[in-house]
C-alpha cells in the first residue's frame, strides 16, 4: 500500500473535523473523496499532506510514520497536495510557477527539465503559454499549472482538492482524463470533489465522508448506483443525469472502469 490511514482524528479547537478515519489507497488507485460541504474532505488531504497535526491516529506512507512530518518532507517523500483554489503565484510566468514545484523535490535540475517535459506533454497549452503570468490563464489553464507544479516533484500520490471548481465542462473532462492518464503510470490520486458525480467517473473507488466520517467505501461503480449516495451526495438523481455532468464517452478512461 502507498497510503495507510488508521483511526485518524483531526480537530479545530471544539469542533472534530475527523473521526476515526480509516483507509488505505494501493499503487495507481483513483480514489473519489465525497461528501458535502464541511464533511471533512480538505482536512483529510491537508493532514495527509502534512499541513494539519492529527491529534490521533497514524497516516503511513510507503509504510513510514508521516503523521507528524512537516508539509516539506512528506512532499520529497512524494506525496504532493494540489489545494482548492490553486495557489499559484499569479504575478510569476507560468514556467516560474512550474520549477516552483520542482523546489522540494529529490530531482537535480536535468531531472526537472526532464518533468517539464512530461507536464508539457499532459498539457501542451502549457508550454505556449509559458512565459505568460499565471494570473492571465483562465481557471482551467491555472488548474493546470497548479497540478503540473505538483508533477514536478515526481510523486507517488498526489492529492487533488476540488480542482474542477468553478471550471467549464471541457477542462473538467480534460483534467480528469490527465489524472487518468497519471494513474495508468501509477501515481496514486486521492481526489475531493464537489463534483462528485464527475469525479467518479474517473476513479476505481470512492469514499463518502459524512460529519468527519466515514460513510462508504465501494466501487466507483456501486456508488454511483447507489440510489441513496446519488440523492445524497452526487447533486444527481440518476446515472442519466450524471452523465449530464460527465459522459463516459468525454472519458475514455472511464470505458475501461465503469459498465458504461
Ligand atoms: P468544503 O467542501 O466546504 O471545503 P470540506 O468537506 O472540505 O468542506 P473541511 O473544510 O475539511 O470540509 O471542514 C471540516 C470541518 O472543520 C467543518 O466543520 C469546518 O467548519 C471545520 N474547519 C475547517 N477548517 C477549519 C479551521 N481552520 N478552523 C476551524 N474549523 C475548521
Redesign the pocket.
Known sequence: MIIEVDRLDVR??A?R?LRDVSFELAEGEVVALI??????????LRALAGLETPRGGTIRLFGQDIGHAPAHEVARKGLRLVA?GRQLFTDLTVGENLWMGGYASPFDREEQQAQLERVFGLFPILREFTGRAAGMLSGGQQQMVAIGRALMGGPRALLLD?PSLGLAPKYVAQILEVICELAATGITVLL?E?NAAAALRAADRGIV?SN?TITHTSSAQELLDDEDVSRHYLGVGTAEDADSVVAPRQLPCALDRLEV
Open positions: 479545530y479547537g469542533t473535523a461528501g458535502a460541504n464541511g464533511a471533512g474532505k480538505s482536512s483529510l482548492e476540488e475531493a464537489q465522508l468527519g
